[in-house]
């Protein structure tokens, strides 16, 4: 989706799609044939955001299914970084992580 989501929105999956394609790429990471840190290289980024997100609704008592803006996209645009910046910034830490969990 990002050809037609960067850097401008055009493309909205909703909760539905984003949990079915959410689904497909784990379940097509989980059958492939490479080596095991690729695979949570790919899943690391999301994996802290989620435990970042749950730690931090539990620490100020709030339910952890009750939705706010704590996730790592929320807590970066407020900082200042324009919204353009957030998928390559994202990917690019993604990269990093792969890279540093392969050496």
Do not use: E
């Not at 037609?4 to 097509?28: E, Q």
């Not at 802290?48 to 803006?69: E, K, N, S």
């Not at 200042?80 to 993604?94: D, N, R």
């Amino acid at each position: 989706f990002l050809p037609w989501n960067w850097p401008r929105p055009k493309c909205f999956v909703g909760d539905a799609g984003a949990y079915t394609l959410g689904i497909v790429l784990a379940a097509a990471c989980l059958l492939s044939k490479s080596a095991g840190i690729g695979k949570l290289a790919a899943a690391a980024l999301p994996l802290l955001d989620f435990m970042q997100v749950v730690c931090a609704r539990l620490w100020l008592g709030y339910p952890p299914w009750i939705a706010d803006r704590r996730h790592l996209t929320h807590i970066i645009h407020h900082a200042g970084l324009p919204t353009a910046w957030m998928a390559p910034l994202f990917a690019a830490l993604t990269l990093g992580l792969w890279a540093w969990l392969r050496t």
